[in-house]
Structures are given as structure tokens and as C-alpha cells.
């Protein structure tokens, strides 16, 4: 039920951080006439379910994308708990993939990524890494390869998009996604933009050919690359690449 209604206040910062409005307030109200939903109206799923997914004033229906982001984060939060119980990493990886949801749907919808949704967790990457180091204490990377790895890793996906606008004209890939992957770096270093860079790329690719071959379009559409450099990140924390890439990547 947390992870619901974290799942819940997710959507409203998908909505309003593009636009600059507050995530706090005002209240969650209905975007056509304005009507300041009740509390009621704001259970997880359950509201949904009993207004039909429509407005109780001007009947304008909602569309069920919050309710699967609700059930999702909820799953997730299942999941961790029974991985970790009530811990660190409970936590720190439930607010990883709250911040992959908004940057992977903020993307999709604006095609933008946020600079305070990567340059922040960037720093606190660098922070984090620096403090477990000074106590000697097991995290994913030392500082040293936290703050290489973040680098070279921008650098690299930077010089690549630089490559590609000036040879045909046209900006391949956005700045959001080359300091997401900085931000990635920064966490848990170098394998890890290896594989999520990899695995990113391939989905990526296979989602473009799809949109193509059965939607008609050409390939110069624009199709938002953050949800798959998330996509490859989760699918490195999940030990993807083990069984995907075999012993390529184990080194």
C-alpha cells in the first residue's frame, strides 16, 4: 500500500515538474474543470475503480496510466521488501526506481529529462560514494571510480551525440540522457554503463525498427532514449547481463 501511494504521488510530479508547477500544491484536482479531488477520491487503484476513471463533476476520464504506475511501484515495493526487508537497501532502491518511473515518463511524454531529476542524484553518487569510502564501508563503487566512471561516461555518450548532429545535421540524443548516464556512473560505475548502455542501445533499437516496420514511421521520428537507459540500468541490477551476455561482461 506504501509503495501504492508513493506510486500515486509519482504521477503528479510526472505531470507537474516538466510544467515547473509545485508537487505539493495545490491539491491533486481534475486537469479539464478543475475540481479539487477528496480524499476518497485519492486511495491508490481503489479510487479508479469506483469513479469508473472519470471525474465525479465533469465525467472527463482520467486515462489508467497512474493506476499501472500505482500497481508497479506497489509490486516493487512488494518485491524489495522481500529481498532486503526493512533496510538500507529497501530504501535506497526504492527511491532508484521511483526516480527511473519519472524520468522514464517524463521523457516519454516531453521528451525531455530534467536537470534536478540527474545533476542532483549525480552529486549525491559522488557523496555517497565518498562517504562509504572514508568509512571503509562495502558500496558499489570507490569514490575514484564513482567519479571516473560518471565522467568518461557523459563524456563518451557526449562526444557520440556530438558526432552524430554534426555529420547529419540532426541532434540524435539530448544532453538529459548524456547526464543520466553520468548520474548511472556516478552510482555504480563503469560495468555498469557498460551493460546498461548495451542493453539500453539494444532495446532501443529493437523498439525503433517495431515503431517502423508496424506504425509507418521513418527513422528520423524522435523516440525517447531515457526509458531504455533505464530499462538497461534495471536490467543490470537484475543480473541481466549475466545471462544475456555471458561471460563478455564478467571482468
Not at 114 to 128: A, E, H, Q, R, S
Amino acid at each position: 500500500m506504501l509503495g501504492a501511494v508513493v506510486g500515486s504521488f509519482l504521477t503528479v510530479c510526472i505531470y507537474r515538474v516538466p510544467k515547473g508547477l509545485n508537487i505539493v500544491r495545490p491539491g491533486s484536482r481534475c486537469t479539464k474543470c478543475g475540481f479539487s479531488l477528496a480524499w476518497f477520491e485519492n486511495i491508490p487503484v481503489l479510487s479508479y475503480v469506483l469513479l469508473l476513471g472519470k471525474c465525479r463533476r465533469c465525467g472527463v476520464g482520467y486515462g489508467a496510466r497512474h493506476v499501472w504506475i500505482e500497481l508497479a511501484m506497489g509490486l516493487v515495493a512488494v518485491f524489495l521488501y522481500v529481498q532486503w526487508g526493512f533496510s538500507f537497501e529497501l530504501f535506497f532502491f526504492f527511491a532508484l526506481a521511483s526516480a527511473l518511473m519519472v524520468i522514464s515518463w517524463i521523457d516519454i511524454d516531453y521528451q525531455i529529462i530534467p536537470d534536478g531529476l540527474t545533476l542532483f542524484p549525480w552529486v549525491m553518487g559522488l557523496i555517497l560514494a565518498a562517504i562509504f569510502d572514508l568509512k571503509d564501508v562495502a558500496w558499489f563503487v570507490t569514490f575514484t571510480e564513482s567519479l571516473l566512471a560518471s565522467v568518461l561516461g557523459a563524456g563518451l555518450l557526449w562526444l557520440v551525440a556530438w558526432c552524430y548532429s554534426m555529420v547529419t545535421g540532426v541532434e540524435g540524443l539530448g544532453f538529459g540522457d548524456v547526464k543520466l548516464i553520468g548520474c548511472f556512473g556516478a552510482f555504480f560505475g563503469y560495468k555498469a554503463l557498460l551493460v546498461t548502455l548495451f542493453l539500453g542501445s539494444f532495446l532501443g533499437a529493437m523498439w525503433g525498427i517495431g515503431w517502423i516496420l508496424f506504425k509507418g514511421k521513418n527513422k528520423r521520428t524522435p523516440i525517447p532514449f531515457g526509458p531504455f537507459l533505464c530499462l538497461g540500468l534495471i536490467g543490470y541490477l537484475m543480473h541481466v547481463h549475466d545471462v544475456v551476455l555471458g561471460p563478455l561482461l564478467n571482468f
